[in-house]
Nanobody
Framework: QVQLVESGGGLVQAGGSLRLSCAAPSSIFSIATMGWYRQAPGKQRKLVAVITGGGRANYADSVKGRFTISRDNAKNTLYLQMDSLKPEDTAVYYC????????????WGQGTQVTVSS
């Protein structure tokens, strides 16, 4: 069973920064497309950022220029650096590992809460 373990959430004031981490099994990390999603109360889960195994990244328009996704294949860890945080960034953030292009499944972490106060 694939387990993704997130950390780094918390409470921060608007304009502040947080860094999320997601540890994944070495058996999948180097080939998986990894991503961060978020879900605010009463809303659907949405893509925040995604990065391929080769390091190509894409971002939701709402976070472009403020968030940076990265991966350390040696440590099997995914990161999301979040700067200039806004109250509307408040959500539960989920790590995702997508192996469907290889005929596999996608996997989710348990989520970590990010709260931005105004």
């Amino acid at each position: 069973q694939v387990q993704l373990v997130e950390s780094g959430g918390g409470l921060v004031q608007a304009g502040g920064s947080l860094r999320l981490s997601c540890a994944a099994p070495s058996s999948i990390f180097s080939i998986a497309t990894m991503g961060w999603y978020r879900q605010a109360p009463g809303k659907q889960r949405k893509l925040v950022a995604v990065i391929t195994g080769g390091g190509r990244a894409n971002y939701a328009d709402s976070v472009k220029g403020r968030f940076t996704i990265s991966r350390d294949n040696a440590k099997n860890t995914l990161y999301l650096q979040m700067d200039s945080l806004k109250p509307e960034d408040t959500a539960v953030y989920y790590c995702n590992a997508d192996l469907r292009i290889y005929g596999g499944d996608e996997y989710w972490g348990q989520g970590t809460q990010v709260t931005v106060s105004s």
